[in-house]
């Protein structure tokens, strides 16, 4: 199970750093994602990083997000800068294959970005 922190209000042009605890030995052997659902809209994939971190991101969010991991803490981050108020949304982190399967969602974490 994977855990996503560090959401809250901030303006725009601003920054947040989310963070995804993951529990288990085995996370640091899988491909995490970070993904986003804004009201009415359906979830969509921001980020993801695999075992070698090799990233890719969404085209909205290339140049001002970044993902990295720790895996001596099994934690994810997303670095996010110069948001936007587009960003506004509950940010979730999966383990991707799980995420595929439409299994292993948490609870998420919203980030509000005010204009």
């Known amino acids: 199970q994977l855990q996503a922190s560090g959401g809250g209000l901030v303006q725009t042009g601003g920054s947040l750093r989310l963070s995804c605890v993951a529990s288990g030995s085995t996370a640091s052997r899988n491909a995490i994602a970070w993904y986003r659902q804004a009201p009415g809209k359906q979830r969509e994939l ?8 090799n990233t890719e991101y969404v085209d ?5 997000f970044a993902i990295s991991r720790d895996n001596a803490k099994n934690t994810v981050y997303l670095q996010m800068n110069s948001l ?10 999966n383990d991707l294959q799980r995420a595929l399967k ?10 509000t970005v005010s204009s």
Request: hydrophobic share 35%; aromatic share 12%; net charge neutral.
């Open 84 to 93: 936007k108020p587009e960003d506004t949304a509950i940010y979730y982190c």
């Open 102 to 111: 439409g299994q292993g969602w948490g609870q998420g974490t919203l980030v």
């Open 60 to 64: 909205s969010v290339k140049g001002r």
């Open 46 to 53: 921001v980020a993801l990083i695999d075992m070698y971190t």
